[in-house]
């Protein structure tokens, strides 16, 4: 009996021994799940030679299986000639979905090398936000007129039955003049009818629709409100351009996500894996550490006002990374809250003041404890019972203004059309670190006299 | 013409005016999204009267329209009559997942007035985790034992179409011996059948299956591989338990990495809405915040051993919280991209030595500029060379430290069963926050005569 062998060694051999259909063989059984890890471990010019050896279409069942991040990078490796034969193997949104992902003279490349009607759907759909229904929409569904029998529907299906092996065939839909969308007919309706109906009777008439401008909240709100597996999407002369999957629409919302929890981390533009090229990484995360560090400076120039005060009372030095730290902390903490429920819908930009006041609820609360065991420990360490007066009660002040501020800065945010995940914790930490280290001097200048006595 | 009316203050109206029918009716023509932001508005006793004045099926209507974090603090604010009976209205794997959420106790109340057919399935749906194939697979499907034929299927279906309106009816499952599931049919090719012919004949057999213990993981990685919209689950017998779609896994996918943001920024539990009870969020968000303090006292404790450094070069006291908030903006990029990483299974959590030398390499290049661009500040502000030299070199070695950390502790943390989302942030931050105060203060321990001459 042969002993099963580790993918990767497996690998090295396939990419060794040139043999392109034992590598197609050998990758089309590969476990689920296995592909990105391989690829993300392969060298880049390795990565190169993989997908150079496989045909084309093999190459597109791998790219279909890998995150669309990997996929986008490895498609950017390729010469523009080999990336478009491969994109024309996969479906029109992932195509589009591709494209996208790359810079614009790269897509560009591509496209001028694919099919002329391909590349023209293609530069159509690419023009869509990628979360918007004409984005997330496939091209891949069954419509008919409104003329037709379900003898005659029956027969093309039949027909072009291995054309459409791909398609959703749950709902079939009916058009009337000019491409408009009449209605939609259930597959099981379908089923049961006589051949000689017109599929006219059998459509249910006026079908919910969505335009093709329709956000991802918006598809969000109407899967949720509805039971449907798709939804048709029509453009603004009514005519049906799409089809907007349930499973697209979850999908592109997880994806939306993710994003959104690495930009509040500073990963700008919400992607990086680590097989992206060195210096990209870097200048990515550069620019927003650049912004933070002039941030951080500004905020930090409070200390500087107040050397005096901290060289009469060094132990205050102490409190002051604890202060800003746990500041952020409970801040971001509102932050969250807020993103999630501005995502949810149950909140909305306008609504900073209901968020405010159930924020310094929980601010006042938890400030109390915190501030309490600070000054505790302040009390206890230095013996000093003023200190821990001013360490406490800037901590307890000081977490009532951030959760206040990181409740409300996403809302303020996403009301003028900024990007809350970015901006917020920057602006939350500058805020609260300067009033943070504002609370602790400036008490500390006040009570002086009790301070340097113990 | 009538006037529309703001939904907020018809719902008002429609509270004080008991009229069941009338709400109802309103309810069900809200436009997608409008209900989860209303009850969020709602004070918590209008919604429940809202509640009880419902039908059980309309308030299971509304109850299916909403986020399920929202739906769970619904249910939990009721008599447990009223919420057995809006739950006796849900599918079962909805019912699975809202019991899931509640407190044991409640949920038991609840389940034990139940039909008990009902609650016996509830009860074994709701022992699988949320997150594993069964959890998240739909009971709602069709089977029918292999010597069947296509009419007498087709009779079934007509015979049942009422029943049978919210199934996924895409395929149909094929049953052999003690419900063992033997293939798969596909209504498309029902259609075109003969009426006699055995489906036996018709259907895909050995299809492909998920066993009702398959991670999340696991069927992401299926459903990236295939195109299929839904697998069927089997238990361990081989027997069809139940049906998971692709759209179920995406949308958990998407609440999965809600709830991984919201744990890395302190909500334990990864659920949290400004709806809950005030004392339980102030309670799981000082649970986090507690342990980070003591974590923060104990890395500032660094600065407590050279408070004599401190007090001779006040002007360091400036750097430090700049120091540890720079170096956990680096270290939470390198955390955020390793956990999205591992989401995608790009990274296994045994290669935390590859992930080590790519954030080295990033690391560097950040180090040498933040290191710089602070070394500048420190010296143009104070006109010494030496300070700029001790807060450069300390900010370009903690970056390195940094991303080090915050690349690797995610892998480490899941290699050894830990959640990383929650852990991997405390961790990193008191390591850099402690190796961040030595590296200044030690080295400006050693500086000290150019410190202290300028």
Partial sequence: MEQPRDPWDRLQELLDRPDAAALAAWLEALPPGEAPHLLARLREDDRERLLVQLDPQVA?????????????????????????????????????????????????????????????????????????AGGLMVREFLAYPEHYTVAQVNQDLRANAARYRDYQVQYTFVTGKRGRLSGVLRMRDLVMAPPERSIR?????????????????????????????????????????????????????????????????????????????????????????????????????????????????????????????????????????????????????????????????????????????IAVAAWVWQGNAALGLVAGAAMAINTVVAVSIGGTVPLVLRRFGMDPALASGPILTTITDMCGFFLVLQMAAMLMSRLVVA
């Fill in 60 to 132: 597109a069942g791998l790219v279909d299986r890998i995150p669309d991040a990997q996929a986008a990078g490895l498609i950017e490796q390729l010469e523009p000639q080999a990336a478009a034969a491969i994109l024309q193997e996969l479906q029109s949104h992932e195509q589009a979905d591709l494209l996208g992902r790359l810079e614009r003279p790269e897509a560009e490349a591509i496209l001028s090398r694919m099919g002329e009607d391909e590349a023209r759907l293609a530069r159509r759909l690419s023009r869509y936000d990628n979360d918007v």
């Fill in 201 to 373: 009777d059998l459509m249910i008439p006026d079908p919910l629709t969505v335009r093709d401008t329709a956000t991802l909240d918006e598809l969000r709100a109407v899967f949720e409100a509805h039971g449907f597996f798709g939804v048709p999407v029509v453009d603004d002369r009514g005519r049906l351009v799409g089809l907007v999957q349930r499973a697209d629409v979850a999908q592109a919302s997880a994806g939306r996500s993710e994003r959104e929890y690495l930009k509040t981390q500073g990963i700008v533009g919400g992607e990086e894996l680590r097989t992206m090229p060195l210096l990209r990484r870097s200048r990515r995360r550069l620019s927003w550490l650049s912004i933070n560090i002039v941030l951080n400076i500004i905020a930090a120039s409070v200390i500087a006002a107040y050397q005096e005060t901290l060289a009469a009372v060094i132990a205050l030095a102490v409190f002051l990374p604890i202060i800003s730290d746990m500041s952020g902390c409970s801040g971001n903490q509102a932050v969250a809250v807020s993103l999630r429920e501005l995502t949810l819908g149950v909140v909305r930009p306008t609504e900073a003041l209901r968020v405010l006041a159930s924020e310094v609820a929980v601010g006042l609360i938890n400030g109390v404890v915190l501030g309490g065991l």
